[in-house]
């Protein structure tokens, strides 16, 4: 595998990311098929489909048992093949897969398809012979697809896999899968009776070598790959698979992802309260949207948005016209929009004139937004299409017609939509509800003519979902533009990080954890550290009454729990009180020596509570999250992920995704506070959790929001070991 270029000292670099070359699986000359037999499902159907669906390059059957197979010589070996193949296709029992795999890497094949199971997914001998088959890749220099792999198909290349019931058609869409099986017999099938077609299908198999990161890197670059679609069961290497997605996004090239094991991984033990306010799932939705991948919940959603990017350029904006026949279906529509923020403006001036001027419509009145054309709209389409497409107003068309798709009417209503796309400077998307079954199933009814040329949705969902994933597509990508990439972020997290040194394996001390904070411009409250009583009277006569005192000991992280904590001492009596309670509270929960003494700061009030943190993850390594803090963090049970890095953008999307913006600026009491003081905020605590490794925990709860700023009045911090 490929991994990122890295400067000199092993940080990743600002560049672009690597792409393997991978033209010699999807487009070889040449290819040898070992094991290659008529009697094996899977090598003899990849050799009948490679030689049925149009490759014109040279095969060589490797197989010692035979002399002859499809009227070509059979090799021994593929070490006797009589040139280097630009693919070796592995079919062989799994015990012989290493064997071959270094013969061809040492011959200098560049690609080696193993299409053997057996391995890490099967049994402890398996997972052997995998760590020794990625021992081979890397010694050899091989690229190694699998194993346990289902095969790849390119539309304008190769087709190599057993399981492809029909000729690939050329398409745009590129698609990596984790799955092999529902990469060809349900994404394939299913998009090719919609007359929607792929570029490329790869299935992943193990991936012992290349990985899906790496195919997307490729398909991102290839000129005939309008959108990249992927079905992602686990990533071993999140983060070079996010920095490839973004990269490939930030360049033009959407990815839409259906990500699958919600509840995949173990929850992590966690001492902090921000622990437990974030989700696997959630991890994935935050990374995925930081990066501009779009988060796709099916197979069938994933192919009509795939065909919305295929088939249209990309919107000027989110302003939709619909124009229906159904005056029920408008009205849906018009909620559907609304759900997806896609804008619906007025139809009026000359546009709503030109509508009302068409007499079949037999309107009184004027038009909304969505338009009811009723039925007799159907008649007139290019005379709607006139009105309607010329007005600089809207982005984006949708004519959704409630009417059958197969009888004599509908051979006009499709040749007049074909046109109006055709003709159309912006995207016209075809909504058609009606019926859709023949009475002679023999014919090829007018909606599936017309799904020849452009997309045709038959759900009212799907067809939004489609338009609306093409204008978030460009909203993501002018966002990624405007900032930072992931690498350059950890880069600068990374250059802080350098004078910054934090004991390992144990949860930090108040004046530990104030350097670590301090080192990323975290403010934190003013606070003494008192170890008598005369201590923290001084202490509290200095910071001013009233006053907070709490016991520091990292042998007791949750003071408050133990009765540690006195909150609101407003006389130097009071505090000699206070101070001998929490003394006492905490003697009887820990030992002297784990105490280092009594922290007094002042009472910060007349404010907004918030809670920032880092959690562990298992996945991504650390997560970070915001929220409405104090008592609000279990009353309303809200917050946000991120996983760092992170940028600004993204800290205020967080921010703006929960009730914490709006108690900012809709304050019962007193005037608004800044929304933007929080987001820097939780951008340092982004880059502490991308430039510091040891940090495994950090709760900052509450931080109280003033209108001097975001101060944290108390903090845990918990080291890796």
């Known amino acids: 595998m490929l991994s990122d270029e890295t400067d000199d000292a092993g940080s990743p670099s600002t560049g672009s990311v690597s792409v393997p070359e991978l033209d010699p699986l999807f487009d070889p000359e040449s290819v040898a098929v070992v094991g290659a037999s008529p009697d094996s499902f899977y090598s003899g159907n990849l050799v009948e489909n490679l030689l049925e669906y149009g490759f014109n390059g040279t095969l060589y059957p490797v197989n010692p048992g035979r002399d002859e197979v499809w009227d070509r010589q059979c090799y021994d070996h593929i070490s006797g093949v009589p040139e280097t193949v630009d693919l070796a296709v592995v079919s062989v029992p799994r015990e012989h897969v290493v064997d071959v795999v270094e013969s061809a890497g040492e011959r200098g094949v560049p690609v080696a398809l193993v299409l053997t199971a057996g391995f890490a997914e099967a049994d402890d001998t398996g997972a052997d012979l995998e760590a020794e088959l990625a021992a081979t890749a890397t010694?050899?220099?091989?690229?190694?697809?699998?194993?346990?792999?289902?095969?790849?198909?390119?539309?304008?290349?190769?087709?190599?896999?057993?399981?492809?019931?029909?000729?690939?058609?050329?398409?745009?869409?590129?698609?990596?899968?984790?799955?092999?099986?529902?990469?060809?017999?349900?994404?394939?099938?299913?998009?090719?009776?919609?007359?929607?077609?792929?570029?490329?299908?790869?299935?992943?198999?193990?991936?012992?070598?290349?990985?899906?990161?790496?195919?997307?890197?490729?398909?991102?670059?290839?000129?005939?790959?309008?959108?990249?679609?992927?079905?992602?069961?686990?990533?071993?290497?999140?983060?070079?698979?996010?920095?490839?997605?973004?990269?490939?996004?930030?360049?033009?090239?959407?990815?839409?992802?259906?990500?699958?094991?919600?509840?995949?991984?173990?929850?992590?033990?966690?001492?902090?309260?921000?622990?437990?306010?974030?989700?696997?799932?959630?991890?994935?939705?935050?990374?995925?949207?930081?990066?501009?991948?779009?988060?796709?919940?099916?197979?069938?959603?994933?192919?009509?948005?795939?065909?919305?990017?295929?088939?249209?350029?990309?919107?000027?904006?989110?302003?939709?016209?619909?124009?229906?026949?159904?005056?029920?279906?408008?009205?849906?529509?018009?909620?559907?929009?609304?759900?997806?923020?896609?804008?619906?403006?007025?139809?009026?001036?000359?546009?709503?004139?030109?509508?009302?001027?068409?007499?079949?419509?037999?309107?009184?009145?004027?038009?909304?937004?969505?338009?009811?054309?009723?039925?007799?709209?159907?008649?007139?389409?290019?005379?709607?299409?006139d009105a309607v497409l010329d007005d600089d107003a809207f982005d984006a068309y949708v004519f959704a017609i409630g009417l059958p798709g197969v009888d004599e009417r509908a051979e006009t209503i499709a040749e007049d939509l074909a046109t109006i796309a055709s003709e159309a400077d912006d995207p016209v998307y075809v909504l058609w509800t009606g019926r859709k079954e023949p009475d002679k199933p023999t014919e090829t009814p007018p909606y599936a003519r017309l799904r020849?040329?452009?997309?045709?949705?038959?759900?009212?969902?799907?067809?939004?979902?489609?338009?609306?994933?093409?204008?978030?597509?460009?909203?993501?990508?002018?966002?990624?533009?405007?900032?930072?990439?992931?690498?350059?972020?950890?880069?600068?997290?990374?250059?802080?990080?350098?004078?910054?040194?934090?004991?390992?394996?144990?949860?930090?001390?108040?004046?530990?954890?104030?350097?670590?904070?301090?080192?990323?411009?975290?403010?934190?409250?003013?606070?003494?550290?008192?170890?008598?009583?005369?201590?923290?009277?001084?202490?509290?006569?200095?910071?001013?009454?009233?006053?907070?005192?709490?016991?520091?000991?990292?042998?007791?992280?949750?003071?408050?729990?133990?009765?540690?904590?006195?909150?609101?001492?407003?006389?130097?009596?009071?505090?000699?009180?206070?101070?001998?309670?929490?003394?006492?509270?905490?003697?009887?929960?820990?030992?002297?020596?784990?105490?280092?003494g009594v922290l007094v700061q002042p009472m910060v009030e007349d404010g907004v509570e918030a809670i920032a943190g880092i959690a562990p993850d298992e996945v991504f390594g650390s997560l970070v999250s915001v929220g409405p803090g104090g008592v609000l963090v279990e009353a309303l049970d809200e917050s946000a992920t991120l996983v760092p890095p992170f940028s600004r953008a993204a800290a205020r999307a967080a921010v703006e995704e929960t009730a914490l913006a709006s108690l900012l600026r809709d304050r019962r009491e007193g005037d608004a506070l800044s929304v933007d003081a929080i987001v820097d905020f939780l951008t340092q605590v982004g880059e502490l959790a991308a430039g510091v490794d040891a940090v495994a925990e950090l709760d900052l709860n509450p931080v109280v929001v003033t209108e001097h700023g975001p101060v944290a009045v108390d903090a845990l911090v918990r080291t890796r070991e």
């Not at 029909?166 to 060809?184: H, K, T």
């Not at 009302?356 to 937004?369: H, K, P, R, S, V």
């Not at 990624?480 to 930090?508: F, I, K, Y």
Request: aromatic fraction near 4%; proline fraction near 5%.
């Open 139 to 385: 010694e050899t220099g091989i690229q190694v697809v699998g194993p346990n792999c289902i095969g790849v198909m390119a539309s304008e290349g190769a087709t190599l896999t057993s399981t492809c019931s029909r000729e690939p058609q050329p398409g745009g869409i590129g698609l990596v899968s984790q799955s092999g099986a529902l990469a060809f017999t349900t994404f394939f099938e299913r998009a090719a009776d919609n007359d929607v077609h792929f570029s490329h299908i790869v299935s992943t198999g193990n991936e012992v070598d290349l990985t899906a990161a790496d195919y997307v890197a490729y398909l991102a670059e290839q000129d005939d790959v309008d959108v990249v679609c992927t079905y992602i069961e686990g990533i071993e290497d999140p983060e070079r698979f996010l920095r490839v997605a973004e990269h490939a996004v930030r360049n033009g090239t959407p990815v839409l992802t259906v990500k699958i094991g919600a509840s995949e991984l173990a929850e992590a033990a966690t001492l902090s309260h921000t622990g437990s306010l974030t989700g696997d799932d959630d991890a994935w939705t935050a990374a995925l949207n930081q990066t501009g991948v779009e988060r796709v919940p099916d197979i069938p959603d994933l192919l009509a948005r795939a065909s919305a990017h295929t088939a249209y350029d990309d919107p000027d904006g989110d302003r939709v016209c619909i124009a229906s026949t159904s005056g029920g279906l408008a009205s849906l529509l018009a909620d559907m929009a609304a759900e997806r923020d896609l804008a619906l403006p007025d139809i009026d001036g000359e546009t709503e004139q030109q509508l009302l001027n068409i007499e079949e419509l037999l309107t009184y009145g004027g038009f909304n937004n969505p338009a009811d054309i009723r039925g007799y709209g159907a008649h007139v389409l290019p005379e709607i299409a």
């Open 452 to 596: 020849e040329s452009i997309p045709v949705y038959e759900d009212p969902s799907r067809c939004l979902d489609a338009l609306a994933s093409t204008a978030d597509f460009v909203t993501a990508r002018t966002h990624l533009t405007d900032q930072p990439s992931r690498t350059e972020l950890v880069v600068d997290a990374r250059e802080t990080a350098a004078s910054v040194d934090v004991p390992r394996g144990r949860v930090l001390t108040w004046q530990e954890s104030k350097r670590l904070l301090d080192a990323y411009d975290i403010p934190v409250v003013e606070t003494h550290l008192a170890t008598d009583v005369d201590e923290a009277v001084a202490a509290a006569e200095d910071v001013g009454f009233p006053v907070v005192l709490k016991i520091d000991s990292p042998a007791l992280p949750h003071r408050t729990d133990a009765g540690a904590v006195r909150l609101d001492v407003d006389s130097a009596e009071a505090v000699r009180a206070a101070y001998e309670d929490v003394m006492d509270a905490a003697l009887a929960a820990v030992d002297e020596d784990d105490i280092e």
